[in-house]
């Protein structure tokens, strides 16, 4: 490979002006050649990459496996889209020829950086857009019911003794008045959950799991080993959110009648698993489903930096976990 570069000065122009870094390594991992930007992009000291080994530097779990294949043999590629690697994220290809395998790095920070804003944005926006409806349910119509149901009530009372059959009328429509009031404060604390601003957020999951065992639609088990320190009240609502998208689902979509939900707390990591007992989806189709909620989950997660990990198949339930790092936030 040397031997083919130095006798191709335009090759070597190529490689050291190409737009991503360029790695070449040998059959055993021993590097051959590099331009500027690989070394910017995975060299720990800025220093020339050839002669070292190619999984000494990348002191990643995932990445040191699939180099691993690659020089034995058992794989002929691979594409890492997203590695988080020394503060910055890299996409790293990988191709392997007869004596020897190319590996491309791009760094994608500022690009990740830019989505994640956009992201943020998209979240922020609908949850002001869920204040908002909240606020004019509890502050405009809710009132209005009421004043209603008020009314309604006085002229039955009223008219009890001179008109009974208009006053029992009156009564009936009270009470469906009453079930629509109750309806709406329901929509409204779904919208905006009042507890999760002042009591943090175990209290507004189990306010949530009581709203559903109460409804008589499931049974929820709520199993949590996390104390209930503060956290940013931007976590705490997007997981807010991820589980009330996940126990929608379950009822929904896999006609669940029984939903475990925990909260985990270890030193690092704080985890949120939701397992459910429906009908189960098959994983190489969801993107494809619609109402499934996945995009805002995912989007949620992205956000935290979480990990979000999803274990179905169709006809036995499924789970799914959030995981989020404490040291982050």
């Known amino acids: 490979m040397e031997q083919l570069l130095s006798q191709n000065s335009f090759l070597r122009d190529v490689i050291d002006e190409a737009p991503y870094g360029v790695v070449v390594f040998d059959a ?10 690989a070394r910017q992009f995975i060299s720990h000291d800025n220093q020339s990459l050839v002669k070292r080994n190619i999984k000494e530097m990348f002191q990643v779990f995932e990445m040191e496996e699939l180099l691993t294949q690659i020089i034995e043999g058992s794989k002929e590629s691979f594409d890492v889209m997203e590695l988080v690697f020394d503060e910055k994220v890299l ?18 920070t500022k690009w990740k950086h830019i989505e994640m804003t956009a992201v943020q944005s998209i979240i922020e926006t609908q949850e002001k857009e869920r204040q908002r409806i909240a606020t004019e349910i509890h502050d405009g119509i809710g009132p209005q019911i009421s004043t209603t149901i008020h009314q309604l009530e006085t002229i039955a009372e009223n008219i009890k003794e001179s008109d009974p059959e208009t006053a029992t009328r009156l009564e009936s429509i009270v009470e469906q008045s009453n079930e629509v ?10 919208l905006m959950p009042r507890v999760l601003l002042d009591f943090g957020l175990t209290a507004a999951l189990q306010t949530l799991v009581n709203r559903v065992n109460n409804s008589n639609r499931c049974k929820i088990e709520f199993i949590n080993s996390f104390s209930g320190e503060a956290l940013d009240q931007s976590i705490e609502l997007n997981l807010y959110r991820i589980c009330q998208e996940l126990i929608n689902n379950a009822l929904k979509h896999a006609k669940a009648t029984y939903i475990f939900v925990q909260l985990v707390k270890t030193e690092e990591h704080l985890t949120l698993m939701v397992e459910d007992d429906g009908k189960g989806f098959d994983l190489n189709n969801l993107k ?10 995912e989007m949620r997660t992205k956000v935290m930096n979480g ?12 789970v799914v976990t959030v995981e989020i790092s404490l040291h982050e936030h």
């Open 307 to 318: 990990e979000l990990n999803i274990d179905s198949a169709p006809g036995r339930g499924s």
């Open 181 to 190: 009031s109750s309806e709406l404060r329901s929509i409204s604390h779904s």
């Open 28 to 37: 055993s991992g021993v590097i051959l050649l590099e331009n500027e930007l």
């Open 91 to 108: 996409t790293v290809r990988c191709r392997k020829r007869q004596d020897w395998s190319i590996l491309t790095v791009q760094d994608i």
């Open 288 to 297: 494809l489903s619609e109402g499934i909620g996945l995009s805002n989950i």
